[in-house]
Structure formats: C-alpha cells, structure tokens
C-alpha cells in the first residue's frame, strides 16, 4: 500500500493494557519465572507461517515496551507489507521475561489484525478496475473496533461508521417502530425526519429491500441506500432505477450492496452499478493469519 493510516497511541495503550491484565493480572509469568533468570538477555524472532498482509506492528511493539521499555529493535516491518511465508516480521532483543511475557498478546494482535488486513484484501483486489469500494461493518469483536477497522484500511478497504453516534444508519428495525408508521410512504417520511435531524450530523443511509424502497430512500433524502441481500440482477435494475431518480432530483446519491456477499459473487455485485459494498466477514469471519515467535538466548 502507498499509504498507511496513523493508529491512535492512546487507544493502541489501551489495548495493550486490557491484553496484558487479561495475561497477567498485574503480576507475572509464572512459568517463566520458575526456570529463566531475571535479567536474562534474549532475542525473539516473530515471522510469518503463510503469506498474507501485514498489520498490527505498532501493537505489538507496544506490548513488548511495556513490558520491558530497554527492549531494543533490531528489524521491524511496516504494517501493510506483503508477507511471504517464512519471513520476518520482527526482531527484538530484551530482557527474556518481556519477550515471553508478552509473546502470546503481541501474537494475538499480529495474528487477527493481519487475518483481516490479508481478507480484506483480497476483496479488495477482486474489484479492482470497477471503481468500487469495500467496507466493512459494526460486526466487530467488542473493544478492538477500532483496530480492526483500521486493519480494514490497512488492506485496502474504507470504513463504514464507527459506531451509532457518529452516523444514522436506518434499518428494518427504525422503520418497524417509527414514529411515521409502516409502509412505504411511511419510510419515505422516516427518511425525511432523518434527513432534517442529520443537518450538520453527517449522511445519512436507509437501508431498502426492495427497489420501491429504494426509490422512496432517494425521494426522501438518503446520501446512501444500502441495498440489502438484493441478487445481482435485481442490484443492477434497482441501482439503474434509483440513479436516474437522483439525477432527476439533483442530487448525489451512493448505492451501497449488503448481505451475502463472498468472495466468489463479490466482482458480480461490483458490476451491477453500485457504489460500494459493505462485507461484515471481512471482520467477523477473518482467520487469523498464521504467525509464530522463536527466543534465543545472548
């Protein structure tokens, strides 16, 4: 990748302090301490099992630092780099308790943000050439939103909202319980009343499941109409459709296709004309990438 999004260094501390309280609750490796010395100089090798992408280095240096702030860089690899199998991610030297303290934390961090950089880019790359745009969801493990997401950049993906209070997101759920009512000139009005109380707030999408849906979104306001577990046929009819009702209207209307989509259907979904597509797999669903670390003695 050209370019690499910034991690937080507060919400990168954060985890790694939650990881290695969950580790070590505020005490030691007992293990460790049974049968290495204290003060016992190591170096610690991470690499990579299976190729994949890159991503979570900052964590892992994090937890290592933390664990022992002397511990010395010898080789580091840039998140977002493509690995080959066998190769190195990182080279530490450092106390051996910092190193095994922290070994199975940094793994874990390495290992999942990687698994979901590594898939997202391959959906990624399916695309390519469409103009087309991959997201993922709020479908997430809780606590490490954020990370994941920026995994998802680091593979090339772009990310959807980071949570309910930073854009409104109408589904079934808004539309069965609002205060407009059912039905579809009620929706049209659901998204109106959206609209009105987003000024300032950021877009606002509605999800549609049908293309009368779809249109209605666009008369009521939508930025973004999430099409939800549309085939690519009706995806391609219903998009046609709701771009011409925007352009008659004025107005720049995203087509966004969800629910069903796997790395098998996800290029017939790029060519039915929608904008992007959002892929909850991408981090719910993401195996971890395949990573180990070997200590030596100095």
Do not use: C
Not at 246 to 268: I, K, P, W
Request: proline residues 4%.
């Amino acid at each position: 990748m050209s370019t690499t999004p910034r991690l937080d260094e507060g919400l990168v501390r954060q985890a790694v302090a939650l990881a290695l309280e969950e580790d070590l609750q505020g005490k030691e490796d007992i293990t460790t301490r049974a049968v290495v010395p204290e003060e016992r100089p190591a170096q610690a090798r991470i690499f990579a099992r299976r190729p994949g992408i890159l991503a979570g280095v900052p964590v892992a240096l994090e937890v290592f630092r933390t664990l022992d702030p002397e511990v010395q860089v010898v080789h580091v690899l840039e998140d977002g780099t493509e690995l080959e199998e066998g190769e190195d991610i990182l080279v530490l030297k450092g106390r051996a308790w910092g190193l095994l303290g922290g070994e199975r934390s940094a793994l874990n961090f390495l290992a999942k943000l990687s698994g979901i950089a590594t898939l997202t880019r391959k959906f990624v790359d399916l695309v390519t050439g469409t103009g087309v745009a991959i997201l993922e969801t709020r479908k997430t493990t809780p606590g490490l939103r954020r990370l994941e997401k920026y995994a998802v950049s680091v593979g090339g993906g772009q990310n959807h909202r980071l949570g309910l209070y930073d854009k409104i997101l109408l589904k079934e759920n808004h539309f069965a319980l609002s205060v407009e009512g059912t039905g579809l000139d009620a929706y049209r009005r659901t998204v109106a009343r959206a609209v009105r109380y987003a000024r300032g707030k950021g877009p606002v999408a509605a999800e549609a499941r049908t293309a009368e849906e779809a249109l209605a979104a666009v008369e009521g306001g939508a930025d973004i109409v999430l099409l939800d577990n549309m085939s690519p046929p009706e995806l391609e009819a219903t998009v046609s459709r709701g771009k011409r009702a925007a352009r008659e209207v004025g107005r720049e209307v995203l087509f966004e296709a969800s629910g069903g989509v796997t790395l098998e259907n996800v290029l017939d979904v790029a060519r039915t004309g929608v904008d992007r597509i959002s892929v909850g797999a991408i981090t719910h669903s993401a195996l971890p990438l395949d990573l180990s670390m070997l200590v030596t003695g100095l």
